[in-house]
């Protein structure tokens, strides 16, 4: 079979499509191949060699060697060098590339092939015997860190021994001689740390980088990345060989990085940085500072270095022209790496940009409104999980700051905390409830677990395609990157800028959308949701088919779900009205009666103010539905457990402690959650749900008399069986007969109910006989039909996630082969027996992307989720409708 894919010289094997065979980098070489785009020769070895290699110890397919070295031999041709030759040695990269770009593998190697022979080689050949030392001397650098896992610092050392013995400050000090010793030096360090030479052979050196990569699949740090972002294992990563070109060859070479749109606003021009004399990893290690590639780029950062159109302005046009080639080819933003050597372009990489979710609908709306992509296209583009980002707050403009530092805008949103100066330490606050901001001279791909833990994420060094702010605007963290004012001292843990000295635990606030750095606490806004937002959820609104509710009971949450595009209200859990300190004292008392008498009297207290919620709540929803859930108060949640607790219940009650006591104990139960809640309660206590009731239609016809039409939809908790259903619809049309009479007002209402438990599902046929509408409280459903407790899965899901047993935690993203059949069988059953019967779902995962695709695919009318992922079930419904 087939295991390497050439590339060069205007040709390709493999094309973008082949991503899964080549990775993302392998198949984007040779997509620009075909474009006819500056790309140097090489070959990509693809994932199945990677997946073949741990389906069998370790070891290569047996045809791979002969392959591999074809592929060399064209580069050879392509090139006019040979690999290991003494007189014109071919030099090549060896880059690793998964199918989705991942942090924490083996990245690149550079100048490979280089030894003490072929060195001569290089220094003849270019002419420039420093250049050519220089390049040997990062090369056993970096193949010495990076496959034979000497640590950075040994050579480091030497390096800066080397410059203090010397009296130099800067490695563009350094002449050919200087680096010679270093070399020496650094050879003594690989001889040291492994007890045997630095490689000279350069096919050992070949396949102890391809070796290398492939192993870097299964460490940690990508370990711990793809569970993160849900990559499987099984995808493997390619591996790409290419012949190296070298941006370091002198004052017209160059090395870059950019974005064809700007990646964190979205707008529609060319951005980047390059470093002129300097090598791929120069830019992204943050040594030196980046300079523009535009000039309004450089304006814009207040930048004097000169601008790439300014310093090199023919390179500048022909680079330009292939930023254009390539959105038009690809439809995207991309993010392109390039190395001019010697006033010549060369493309290293394209793939589709990072950006935040503001860029990102910019982009996508800009890309519908230029005609490069259709409106449908636009609306797949945007991640509706991203959307979070956008609903996060920024600072209040007219909050005062004290600036304390500027970096780069890495990644926008404000984020405040405590300084933090490890990852570790992130982590370990974070986990402990507290917002922290990770400060760090610079981070590295050992920081994503901090990264992820903190608020925002401050470094002092780096440019804005640092590592810190690719990661922190993948992520959806704010980002401040390359404050250079600001000192830190990890040791002393101080971070300083002009006296002012500012201690891990001291409380910072970032601006990632101005790089602002300011001291102690600085109040935020909510953001404004118009725009490139507002086209595009308008253009999502078209497309889908599902309406959006929330679940919302306080006025503050409604009104923010109808901010956020909310269609009505799907579930009004009423227990949840009654947590705050005051009326919870009524609702224990009225927990805790022993007759229907002392019941009845905490209810005629919570009554009123149960009223006013509903008539505040309908005033609120202006017209659009409102669907109420009865009471439902697993007991644990509401037993009066403190001695003050129980005190003030007494009181309330006016009886003494130890009845609410002997009460309490007597309610106790082992199961709470199967035990006396929903509906059960109605069926043993009816008066309270009489009461919701009263209160409901009371509320309505208050409103109605205002003018506004209220169809409250009134639910039924936990039913299982329909004659719950009948005794307690029983009631509520009592009441509602009752309140007609007494205001002399007609009130519409629809009586429905939960489906939460496997019966409810299974009998949904004759319960649909008495229910107008059925709600999926899939957490209930969750529960019960795994028969895991929702209030203990968090101490074993992680070990089954671990094992594999399940996928996705199924109290976020539905189970939907189990509870999902569950559901497909009551939405059945429940339409056979009424055709136009409303269904819906409440339980969390109404706002979780993958779950709301399976209810487009069940045909319920709609979902109903949290305020503040209405909008993100508004994009995954269209999605799912498209
Ligand atoms: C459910 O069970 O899915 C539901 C929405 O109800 P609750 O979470 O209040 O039990
Ligand atoms: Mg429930």
């Keep these: 079979s087939k295991w390497v894919y050439s590339f060069g010289d205007g040709k390709a094997e ?34 199945e060699v990677c997946t073949w290699f741990y389906d069998n110890g370790r070891q290569y397919p047996a045809e791979l060697k002969d392959q591999v070295a074809a592929g060399l031999t064209a580069v050879e041709g392509i090139i006019g060098a040979t690999f290991g030759d003494a007189d014109n040695p071919l030099l090549v990269s060896v880059r690793s590339g998964a199918r989705a770009s991942m942090p924490g593998m083996m990245d690149t190697v550079l100048n490979l092939g280089l030894n003490d022979i072929t060195v001569r080689g290089l220094a003849k050949r270019s002419g420039d015997e420093r250049f050519a030392y220089d390049s040997y001397r990062r090369f056993i650098q970096m193949y010495g860190n990076v496959v034979l896992d000497v640590d950075h610092h040994h050579f480091e050392e030497i390096l800066d021994s080397h410059k203090r013995d010397r009296g130099l400050s800067y490695d563009t000090d350094l002449e050919a001689s200087d680096w010679q010793a270093v070399i020496e030096g650094y ?7 492994l007890g045997r030479p630095f490689p000279q052979d350069v096919q050992e050196q070949l396949w102890g980088a391809i070796g290398a990569v492939f192993g870097s699949w299964m460490n940690q740090r990508a370990i711990t990345y793809r569970k993160l972002h849900e990559i499987p294992a099984s995808w493997g990563t390619a591996v790409n060989v290419q012949a190296m070109v070298f941006g370091n060859m002198g004052n017209d070479c160059a090395t870059g990085v950019a974005f064809t749109r700007n990646p964190s606003t979205g707008e529609n021009a060319f951005y980047g940085e390059y470093l002129i004399n300097a090598q791929g990893e120069d830019v992204v290690a943050g040594i030196r500072t980046p300079q523009h590639l535009t000039i309004a780029g450089r304006q814009a950062n207040g930048s004097d270095l000169p601008a790439m159109e300014e310093s090199m302005p023919e390179v500048f046009q022909q680079l330009d022209a292939v930023r254009l080639k390539l959105e038009r080819h690809y439809r995207d933003m991309q993010d392109i790496e390039f190395t001019v050597q010697q006033k010549k372009l060369y493309m290293l990489q394209t793939r589709n940009g990072k950006r935040t979710t503001a860029a990102a609908l910019k982009i996508a709306v800009d890309m519908a409104q230029e005609g490069l992509i259709d409106e449908a296209e636009a609306v797949r583009r945007i991640e509706p999980k991203s959307l979070d980002q956008l609903l996060h707050p920024t600072l209040d403009p007219k909050a005062e700051r004290k600036i304390i530092a500027k970096g780069l805008p890495a990644s926008p949103g404000a984020a405040c905390g ?14 402990m409830g507290d917002a922290v901001i990770l400060c760090r001279v610079e981070t590295s791909p050992e920081d994503i677990h901090g990264m992820h833990a903190a608020a925002g994420i401050l470094t002092t060094r780096g440019g804005m395609t640092s590592h810190a702010a690719v990661v922190a605007r993948g992520m959806g963290r704010s980002c401040v990157s390359g404050a250079g004012e600001l000192r830190i001292d990890y040791k ?12 891990a635990g001291d409380i910072i606030t970032i601006d990632g959308s101005t790089g602002e750095v300011m001291l102690g606490h600085v109040p935020t806004i909510q953001p404004e949701l118009s725009g490139d937002f507002a086209t595009l959820m308008g253009w999502a609104d078209r497309f889908r088919r599902m309406k959006v509710r929330t679940n919302a009971e306080t006025p503050l949450d409604a009104r923010t779900a109808v901010k956020f595009g909310a269609e009505g209200i799907g579930l009004c859990r009423t227990e949840h009205m009654f947590f705050d300190t005051e009326r919870i004292i009524a609702v224990r ?15 005629a207290k919570i009554a009123p103010m149960q009223r006013q919620d509903f008539v505040e709540l309908f005033r609120i929803m202006a017209g659009l539905p409102v669907t109420i859930r009865l009471l439902d108060p697993p007991l644990h949640e509401f037993l009066p457990n403190s001695e003050e607790e129980m005190d003030e219940v007494a009181k309330a009650a006016g009886t003494d402690i130890q009845r609410v006591r002997h009460r309490a104990l007597q309610l106790h139960e082992a199961n709470p959650m199967l035990g006396h809640r929903g509906c059960r309660l109605g069926i043993s206590y009816p008066e309270i749900y009489e009461m919701q009731a009263r209160a409901i239609f009371e509320a309505a016809v208050e409103v109605g008399k205002a003018g506004q039409t209220v169809i409250p939809e009134i639910m039924i908790p936990l039913v299982g069986t329909k004659k719950e259903l009948d005794i307690l619809k029983a009631v509520i049309d009592r009441v509602a007969g009752e309140v007609k009479q007494s205001s002399g007002v007609q009130i519409d209402y629809l009586v429905g109910t939960m ?8 009998r949904a046929a004759e319960i649909a006989q008495s229910a107008e509408f059925f709600s999926f409280g899939t957490n209930d459903l969750t529960q019960t039909t795994f028969g895991i407790s929702r209030d203990d899965a968090a101490s074993f899901l992680p070990d089954y996630q671990r094992a594999g047993i399940f996928e996705h935690d199924p109290f976020v993203t539905l189970d939907t082969e189990g509870v999902g059949e569950l559901v497909s069988i009551a939405a059945e059953r429940g339409r056979k027996t009424r055709p136009d019967i409303k269904l819906g779902i409440c339980g969390e995962h109404g706002g979780d992307p993958a779950s709301v695709y399976f209810c487009e695919k069940v045909g319920l009318s709609y979902v109903s989720c949290s305020p503040y992922r209405v909008p993100i079930a508004r994009l995954a419904a269209a999605q799912a409708a498209l």
């Design 589 to 603: 008392e009225m927990i805790v009666a022993e007759t229907e008498a002392g019941r009845r009297a905490a209810l």
């Design 418 to 431: 405590k300084v933090v100066f490890s990852a570790d330490e992130a982590e370990r606050l974070s986990q």
């Design 755 to 762: 489906i939460e438990l496997p019966r409810a599902a299974l």
């Design 492 to 503: 002393t843990g101080v971070m300083t800028v002009r006296g002012e000295k500012i201690a």
């Design 187 to 193: 050879k003594d360090v690989v001889q040291e740390a």
């Design 14 to 47: 493999g094309r973008a499509e082949m991503k899964n065979l080549l990775g993302g980098k392998g198949a984007n070489l040779a997509e620009m191949s075909n474009l006819g785009l500056p790309v140097p020769p090489g070959f990509t070895i693809t994932t």
